[in-house]
């Protein structure tokens, strides 16, 4: 990281032109937002780096997307088109101290009247004390941050953090993004040798990731292939099995839609058919678990609790045995889910509980049920009045845990078939002694 932190280092710009040499997927960077492809929803004239940029003030932020969106071109170009100094690190390769020596030299070069922009890519890797480390900073305005992150905010970074940056989400590149990314590298490097059925079966193999399937055209490039390749053929090069499907792709949505429904309509003859025709046609697999896995909680959730413990173990099953051997687990998984009981209650509860999330904002908890870890907590109430469950009769104390501004919610409805049926029981067994402790 020496090289990121020299004495007054020159600010880097997208406009360092890449070597001949570069990666393609260098050479073919963005040089300006309007270029960045597949995230129009922010960058974009009504989007909010869009809307950013024509005020000419950034706040710090938080790019949130899969490998492959563009996540590092965005916050290049961002410092470019409002006149800051970019800085990057990576929470892999940094510690404390390449940090605050990268506050230092911000610090530097806002007294002569530049801001800087510090990108650190990976954010989630920083440790929580390291992410606090960021707060004062941040706050004063010696850096505006932004953090580029393939994990779930929520999950990976402080509250304090997240409350100083917006979350910016970028999406998943579609084929459109995709077939887009192939006519730039065709621009530069010439037409690939592929037919038109292998060009689209090369994209979808790429699964939203541009650095992916430019790094795979590259491949194709450097090979000096003399005569296109069909799909089966593309395959067998790049060791990657590869979709065939129509150009168009509506064979690829049209058989996982089928499978789809043929599991939710408890028929395992069609399933296990159309989950044929897919791993026949050269599906990627992995992408088929993740579907099932997807269809567990989704379709039958509780009703059968063992469904999502079938697809993980057939997904550990075909990593651990590969093709063709591996396959036989994932046709058992869906044979498990075909004839499994289905409710989609656990669905709509997630549903249902994360609108309200989003409607009742930060309502506090009551304070009875506050964590209350500190003297001065517990001096405040934090805590006080608790009722120990294991300490009440039959296990249970009938307390009430919803915030006072809110009234208890129902999110969750089982269903009277499959294990669901014995969770209804609970709920009520649940309810009757709360309505008993409440005098009811």
């Known amino acids: 990281?020496?090289?990121?932190?020299?004495?007054?280092?020159?600010?880097?710009?997208?406009?360092?032109?890449?070597?001949?040499?570069?990666?393609?997927?260098?050479?073919?960077?963005?040089?300006?937002?309007?270029?960045?492809?597949?995230?129009?929803?922010?960058?974009?004239?009504?989007?909010?780096?869009?809307?950013?940029?024509?005020?000419?003030?950034?706040?710090?932020?938080?790019?949130?997307?899969?490998?492959?969106?563009?996540?590092?071109?965005?916050?290049?170009?961002?410092?470019?088109?409002?006149?800051?100094?970019?800085?990057?690190?990576?929470?892999?390769?940094?510690?404390?101290?390449?940090?605050?020596?990268?506050?230092?030299?911000?610090?530097?070069?806002?007294?002569?009247?530049?801001?800087?922009?510090?990108?650190?890519?990976?954010?989630?890797?920083?440790?929580?004390?390291?992410?606090?480390?960021?707060?004062?900073?941040?706050?004063?305005?010696?850096?505006?941050?932004?953090g580029a992150t393939t994990e779930n905010p929520s999950f990976e970074l402080n509250a304090a953090l997240l409350s100083r940056a917006q979350v910016l989400i970028l999406n998943r590149l579609d084929a459109e993004a995709l077939g887009k990314l192939l006519d730039r590298a065709e621009e530069l490097e010439g037409p690939l040798p592929l037919t038109e059925e292998a060009r689209a079966a090369l994209?979808?193999?790429?699964?939203?990731?541009?650095?992916?399937?430019?790094?795979?055209?590259?491949?194709?490039?450097?090979?000096?292939?003399?005569?296109?390749?069909?799909?089966?053929?593309?395959?067998?090069?790049?060791?990657?099995?590869?979709?065939?499907?129509?150009?168009?792709?509506?064979?690829?949505?049209?058989?996982?839609?089928?499978?789809?429904?043929?599991?939710?309509?408890?028929?395992?003859?069609?399933?296990?058919?159309?989950?044929?025709?897919?791993?026949?046609?050269?599906?990627?697999?992995?992408?088929?678990?993740?579907?099932?896995?997807?269809?567990?909680?989704?379709?039958?959730?509780?009703?059968?609790?063992?469904?999502?413990?079938?697809?993980?173990?057939?997904?550990?099953a075909y990593e651990f045995l590969g093709s063709p051997e591996g396959e036989v687990a994932i046709a058992q998984a869906c044979l498990y889910l075909a004839t499994a009981p289905k409710s989609n209650a656990a669905y709509t509860a997630q549903k249902a509980a994360w609108k309200s999330a989003r409607e009742t904002g930060s309502l506090m908890p009551p304070q009875n049920i506050l964590n209350a870890p500190t003297k001065l907590m517990k001096d405040i109430g934090y805590g006080a009045g608790y009722a120990y469950d294991h300490d009440s009769e039959g296990g249970f104390s009938g307390d009430n845990y919803w915030p006072a501004e809110m009234q208890p919610q129902a999110y969750y409805t089982p269903v009277e078939r499959g294990f669901e049926r014995e969770i209804a029981k609970r709920l009520e067994y649940w309810d009757r002694l709360r309505r008993e402790k409440r005098g009811e």
């Open 203 to 316: 994209i979808a193999s790429a699964d939203g990731d541009g650095r992916f399937l430019l790094n795979q055209a590259e491949t194709l490039y450097n090979a000096k292939i003399d005569m296109p390749l069909d799909p089966q053929a593309l395959g067998a090069f790049l060791q990657r099995r590869v979709a065939v499907y129509d150009k168009d792709r509506e064979g690829h949505y049209n058989l996982i839609s089928a499978l789809h429904k043929s599991l939710r309509g408890s028929d395992p003859q069609a399933a296990l058919y159309y989950l044929a025709r897919m791993l026949v046609a050269g599906e990627e697999p992995l992408y088929v678990l993740r579907r099932l896995v997807r269809f567990a909680s989704e379709d039958i959730g509780l009703a059968d609790p063992q469904a999502l413990t079938q697809c993980l173990a057939a997904k550990q």
């Open 1 to 146: 990281m020496a090289d990121l932190f020299a004495d007054d280092p020159p600010p880097a710009t997208s406009a360092d032109a890449p070597r001949e040499d570069a990666p393609l997927a260098d050479r073919l960077r963005p040089c300006s937002l309007g270029e960045v492809i597949g995230q129009e929803h922010l960058t974009g004239p009504e989007g909010a780096i869009g809307r950013m940029v024509s005020a000419g003030r950034l706040s710090s932020m938080v790019l949130w997307g899969p490998p492959g969106t563009g996540k590092t071109s965005i916050a290049r170009l961002l410092a470019d088109s409002v006149g800051m100094r970019f800085v990057a690190v990576s929470a892999v390769f940094s510690g404390v101290a390449d940090l605050k020596k990268a506050f230092a030299e911000a610090d530097r070069f806002a007294e002569a009247g530049q801001r800087t922009l510090l990108f650190v890519d990976e954010i989630h890797r920083f440790n929580r004390a390291q992410q606090d480390g960021f707060l004062p900073f941040v706050e004063r305005g010696t850096v505006t941050l932004v």
